[in-house]
């Protein structure tokens, strides 16, 4: 998946009384910011990324990709061509097209029925923008519970990723295919080998650096089961690991490492396809699963800053949907970002999870300090809150009716 978020304007903007939606989004969001991050990505990433995988798709290769929308806007509004360049890749018959919760948001924990509608929207979206089929989903950080799973059904998509974590698995396997009971297929995404080249790629004291890509085909390669699902960020190349990892010699090398051991690769819906009629039954949890972290919701909501933020990402979006405006309660959605609480996760914390948050915490906000950090974020959204009370007050007000027949209450006379 490929995904650059909104990134909040911190120092947290005065949002004067009445101000217009449009006047709003400017107080939240940090456009500059977006742009100077976008620019640099692409750079380092997207584009030789891009132009990679399009020779590689030529030699064996097949994968699948998504796109936030989030980054979709950022693309049209600084990068056109680095947008074609994707569409091009789309287009190519060996890559298939996957959608994403749009906002790369949390919206299905507030409101199950817009992250629905959503899917299905954005699902249409791709479908007209990049003139490919869309059948199989993806939600924000691979999410998968019992009821997300029910919510992807009614959108209609055919198949679902999830991250295969062993305490959702239990003794199953990663490397079949699944369901919960309705004709959407699970494809599990294999943890170890998908983090030995997401995460652990450059980290020179993991005893398997340096990964090369004839043993990393080998393991795939000896992998038990019926195919082995892969996952991993867009800027895993490039971004998370520099050029100079040589994470672009690795992924050039593997189509070919992989051949010589037989190994085909498939879209994920030719893996649905072929392997559908032995499909096994997976109970899914009721507390989501992730790829984040280790493995649950704990990544985005275990210290108390991350709860604090949770709580208000909850106003934030019934304030809106108080107001009745349409343009309000789309901010309010797009402050659900699952990266704001990823960005915070660094909170009183040392270890290797944390020093990856802290890594991809915006450099310019580090100069208000880690307590100013989380002072401000949490102010951004009190902020939002309260700058919702004018078109919350209104719409209220005409919602309000007396009874028939019932008169204001008549005013005491002076004495």
């Given at each position: 998946m490929a995904h650059q978020p909104h990134r909040l304007k911190l120092p947290a903007q005065p949002m004067p009384t009445g101000a217009a939606a449009a006047d709003i989004e400017h107080c939240l969001f940090d456009r500059a910011m977006d742009r100077r991050y976008l620019e640099q990505v692409a750079v380092k990433c997207y584009?030789?990324?891009?132009?990679?995988?399009?020779?590689?798709?030529?030699?064996?290769?097949?994968?699948?990709?998504?796109?936030?929308?989030?980054?979709?806007?950022?693309?049209?509004?600084?990068?056109?061509?680095?947008?074609?360049?994707?569409?091009?890749?789309?287009?190519?018959?060996?890559?298939?097209?996957?959608?994403?919760?749009?906002?790369?948001?949390?919206?299905?924990?507030?409101?199950?029925?817009?992250?629905?509608?959503?899917?299905?929207?954005?699902?249409?979206?791709?479908?007209?923008?990049?003139?490919?089929?869309?059948?199989?989903?993806?939600?924000?950080?691979?999410?998968?519970?019992?009821?997300?799973?029910?919510?992807?059904?009614?959108?209609?998509?055919?198949?679902?990723?999830m991250d295969g974590r062993p305490w959702v698995m239990q003794w199953r396997r990663s490397t079949h295919l699944y369901h919960h009971g309705l004709p959407l297929h699970l494809l599990c995404r294999h943890t170890e080998?998908?983090?030995?080249?997401?995460?652990?790629?450059?980290?020179?004291?993991?005893?398997?650096?340096?990964?090369?890509?004839?043993?990393?085909?080998?393991?795939?390669?000896?992998?038990?089961?019926?195919?082995?699902?892969?996952?991993?960020?867009?800027?895993?190349?490039?971004?998370?690991?520099?050029?100079?990892?040589?994470?672009?010699?690795?992924?050039?090398?593997?189509?070919?490492?992989?051949?010589?051991?037989?190994?085909?690769?498939?879209?994920?819906?030719?893996?649905?396809?072929?392997?559908?009629?032995?499909?096994?039954?997976?109970?899914?949890?009721?507390?989501?699963?992730?790829?984040?972290?280790?493995?649950?919701?704990?990544?985005?909501?275990?210290?108390?800053?991350?709860?604090?933020?949770?709580?208000?990402?909850?106003?934030?979006?019934?304030?809106?949907?108080l107001s009745g405006d349409p343009h309000l309660v789309r901010l309010a959605a797009q402050l659900t970002q699952s990266d704001v609480l990823h960005l915070t996760q660094w909170f009183g914390r040392s270890d290797d999870q944390a020093a990856v948050s802290a890594y991809f915490t915006p450099r310019e906000w580090w100069g208000l300090g880690p307590d100013g950090i989380v002072w401000e974020v949490q102010e951004v959204y009190k902020r939002f809150i309260q700058a919702c009370d004018p078109a919350a007050v209104a719409h209220i007000g005409r919602l309000i009716k007396r009874p028939p027949g019932m008169k204001p209450p008549a005013a005491a006379a002076k004495g």
């Open positions: 584009r030789p990324a891009t132009a990679l995988f399009a020779e590689l798709v030529q030699r064996g290769l097949k994968m699948s990709i998504g796109f936030s929308e989030s980054l979709l806007d950022q693309l049209a509004r600084w990068d056109r061509p680095l947008l074609d360049g994707f569409r091009q890749l789309v287009r190519q018959p060996a890559v298939e097209l996957v959608a994403v919760e749009p906002d790369h948001s949390f919206i299905f924990y507030f409101d199950i029925r817009r992250f629905v509608r959503g899917m299905r929207a954005f699902r249409q979206r791709l479908q007209e923008g990049f003139e490919v089929p869309v059948a199989v989903a993806d939600t924000t950080e691979m999410c998968m519970s019992d009821d997300l799973y029910f919510a992807l059904a009614r959108a209609g998509f055919r198949g679902g990723l080998l998908s983090d030995d080249v997401g995460y652990r790629f450059s980290d020179r004291h993991w005893a398997g650096f340096p990964l090369m890509a004839d043993r990393y085909a080998e393991w795939i390669a000896r992998a038990d089961g019926d195919f082995v699902c892969v996952g991993w960020d867009f800027e895993t190349f490039g971004e998370h690991h520099w050029a100079s990892s040589g994470i672009f010699e690795f992924l050039a090398a593997l189509p070919r490492e992989l051949e010589r051991r037989g190994v085909e690769c498939l879209t994920v819906s030719e893996a649905i396809g072929r392997h559908a009629d032995r499909a096994h039954e997976l109970p899914l949890p009721a507390f989501a699963s992730t790829w984040a972290g280790d493995g649950g919701m704990g990544f985005f909501l275990g210290n108390p800053v991350q709860q604090a933020l949770f709580q208000l990402m909850h106003h934030a979006y019934n304030k809106a949907q």
